[in-house]
């Protein structure tokens, strides 16, 4: 079956800096990505959809210059958080949608724990 | 708006007890899947089942059944014998097509405990 990877898989970084999250397709290309929030014993959220060498179109509510998508390549999105705070500290998933697959079908990667202190 | 609803927020049961999982979804499309996920504690999501709005037949597979109810706009988990292993969370999804894409609705989940 089609597998998402997401690196890293726990990051602890200071408050006020940034942290970059990578999040590939390893066996197929997918045109869109999807990333998800999920706090402590809460629901996933999602946060923004990206599609491939378009900009990401983000959720009510998520910050757009705070939490940055870029999705170059049809493997790859990254999404940075900028000017890291506590509050930030979450789950982070993505998932991507593989076209062969059927318009529903989506993959989910392992997830990041994001610990900013 | 689609909408996902699991009013069990925990379940506790001892092992080899018989447990229901409730999933009530809310959409206006009249093409949807439905979904089901494990997260253990390591917190990656495992896929359980897709069902798509055409197809209500009910799903077993080994000590897994699912049982579709369009009148109801129920899609409901039932796991037979329970395990210790089966403790996790739970989450019913519904996907539906928006403009640019693919939206999951995720319910707000079920934690399920199987005490030995």
């Known amino acids: 079956g089609a597998v998402v990877s997401q690196h890293p898989s726990r990051v602890i970084c200071k408050s006020g800096t940034s942290v970059k999250i990578e999040c590939r397709s390893l066996?197929?290309?997918?045109?869109?990505m999807f990333w998800y929030r999920q706090f402590p014993k809460q629901s996933l959220m999602l946060m923004a959809t990206?599609?491939?060498?378009?900009?990401?179109?983000?959720e009510q509510g998520v910050e757009k210059d705070k939490f940055l998508i870029n999705h170059a390549s049809l493997t790859l999105s990254t999404l940075t958080v900028t000017s890291a705070h506590p509050e930030d500290s979450s789950f982070y998933i993505c998932?991507?949608?593989?076209?062969?697959?059927?318009?529903?079908?989506?993959?989910f990667g392992p997830g990041t724990r994001l610990t900013v202190t | 708006a689609q909408k996902v609803t699991q009013a069990q927020t925990e379940i506790s049961v001892v092992e080899k007890e018989d447990v229901t999982l409730d999933c009530v979804y809310e959409?206006?499309?009249?093409?949807?899947?439905l979904f089901w996920y494990k997260q253990p504690p390591s917190g990656e999501l495992v896929f359980l089942i897709r069902?798509?709005?055409?197809?209500?037949q009910n799903e077993i597979s080994g000590r897994y059944s699912w049982n579709f109810q369009k009148s109801t706009s129920s899609f409901n988990f039932t796991i037979t014998a329970s395990q210790v292993v089966d403790s996790a969370v739970y989450f019913c999804?519904?996907?539906?097509?928006?403009?640019?894409?693919?939206?999951?609705?995720f319910g707000p989940g079920t934690r399920l405990s199987v005490l030995p």
């Open positions: 998932s991507a949608r593989e076209p062969l697959a059927g318009k529903y079908e989506q993959y």
């Open positions: 066996d197929f290309q997918a045109t869109t």
């Open positions: 990206s599609n491939e060498g378009s900009k990401a179109t983000y």
């Open positions: 959409t206006r499309d009249t093409t949807y899947y």
């Open positions: 069902r798509n709005s055409f197809d209500e």
């Open positions: 999804a519904l996907s539906e097509a928006r403009d640019y894409g693919q939206n999951f609705v």
